[in-house]
């Protein structure tokens, strides 16, 4: 049994912890409690050019099978496989001797046929012929004017010449093959590589969708520079010419929906040779009022829907349902959704929730992010 000195000493200590443990609930309940802090980035709108990249092929700008147009059997070849051509230079030489004789024998035959038609004109003044065999003698030597001209002809078909200019292909022959006229095997194949086409094709619904912007007005033409076009090549090298857009087709390939855009760039060096898998990339537009929103502030939710938190007027977090259309480098190009003087937040996403309030400052990892990759792609420059 406890004694009442001692009894009485338990009760003052515990009526002091409990004054103690309310006084510090009290305390809590009275202090107040920390806004957490975001970086958020102020969103302008800008003038963007709204480029498509679209993949292609190229084609030579000209190309010409040279094929011979008089029988015979080959003499010489006289070019160099893979070599540049001009045009109406002799690239080989058919045995000509045959034609040489048919040319003197057309010329024999004319100075026949001339002779005895100068001869009938006076005598049918005289009615010494009658006018019957000078027509026949006149016709006579219009034939035999024909007939020297054809052998002429021929003659220089002895020499197969280039039709065009540019880079010839290999041989399809040698010294000693018969060769005649209209056959079907080509010598050879001239192609012209400078300028160059690079045909590209692009999905019906993107034409009509940029069809639609532009006459809306959300779209604005891209003014003198709206044809043209610059090509990054396979191995991820940009070409260093641009090229200028020729014409696309009128009509629409049904197994795979898409138009085919041709564009022309000049090849001066024959980097770009024909057949190269190429990606095109055409001004489609100007629009005036773009918003441009960093990727580190836009997010997906379960749907896969992008989305963004965005500091009010009360300096409440508001979640927002976007609608993007492609990346600008590392920025989104946003159609809906966002607004110019939007706060984004960008930095301190993890620690915020729609409706809580915040504290907004100027984010810091927008301009990190774009140092390091300013950074980067110097990088890769000075290694190239």
């Avoid at 049918?124 to 012929?129: F, M, N």
């Avoid at 641009?242 to 898409?258: C, I, K, P, Q």
């Avoid at 836009?298 to 896969?304: H, L, M, S, V, W």
């Avoid at 993890?350 to 915040?358: K, L, M, R, S």
């Amino acid at each position: 049994m406890l004694k009442k000195p001692a009894f009485t000493a338990l009760v003052s200590a515990i009526a002091v912890a409990t004054l103690t443990l309310a006084g510090c609930k009290e305390d809590a309940a009275q202090a107040p409690q920390q806004v957490p802090q975001v970086g958020v980035v102020t969103l302008q709108p800008e003038s963007f050019t709204l480029t498509t990249e679209l993949p292609g092929r190229t084609s030579a700008y000209r190309v010409a099978e040279v094929r011979p147009q008089v029988d015979g059997i080959l003499q010489k070849r006289l070019f160099t496989e893979g070599s540049e051509v001009k045009a109406g230079q002799q690239l080989y030489q058919v045995d000509p001797s045959v034609y040489q004789a048919a040319l003197q024998s057309a010329e024999a035959t004319l100075a026949s046929a001339k002779s005895l038609a100068e001869r009938y004109k006076s005598l049918v003044d005289d009615q010494a012929v009658s006018r019957q065999s000078y027509d026949d003698a006149r016709a006579s030597r219009l034939q035999a004017e024909a007939a020297l001209e054809q052998a002429k002809i021929n003659l220089r078909y002895t020499k197969v010449l280039a039709p065009i200019g540019g880079r010839i292909g290999r041989s399809a022959v040698t010294e000693g093959a018969l060769v005649s006229n209209g056959q079907t095997t080509a010598l050879a194949t001239i192609q012209q590589l400078d300028p160059i086409y690079v045909d590209v094709t692009q999905p019906t619904k993107d034409l009509l969708r940029l069809r639609r912007d532009l006459a809306s007005g959300q779209l604005e033409k891209a003014g003198e520079n709206a044809a043209k076009v610059s090509l990054t090549l396979e191995d991820g090298s940009v070409y260093p010419q641009s090229g200028t857009l020729e014409f696309s087709e009128v009509s629409v390939d049904e197994g795979t929906g898409s138009v085919t855009l041709r564009a022309v760039f000049p090849n001066p060096d024959h980097i770009l040779l024909p057949g190269m898998f190429v990606h095109a990339q055409l001004q489609s537009g100007v629009r005036q009022q773009a918003i441009l929103a960093p990727q580190q502030g836009i997010t997906r939710n379960q749907k896969g829907t992008p989305t963004a938190l965005v500091v009010d007027a009360q300096n409440k977090v508001e979640l927002r349902q976007l609608e993007t259309e492609r990346t600008v480098g590392d920025r989104w190009l946003v159609s809906k959704g966002l607004n110019a003087g939007d706060r984004l937040i960008t930095e301190g996403l993890q620690y915020v929730q729609p409706g809580a309030e915040v504290k907004a400052v100027a984010a810091t990892n927008v301009a990190e992010a774009a140092a390091k990759q300013q950074g980067a792609a110097d990088g890769q420059a000075q290694g190239q």
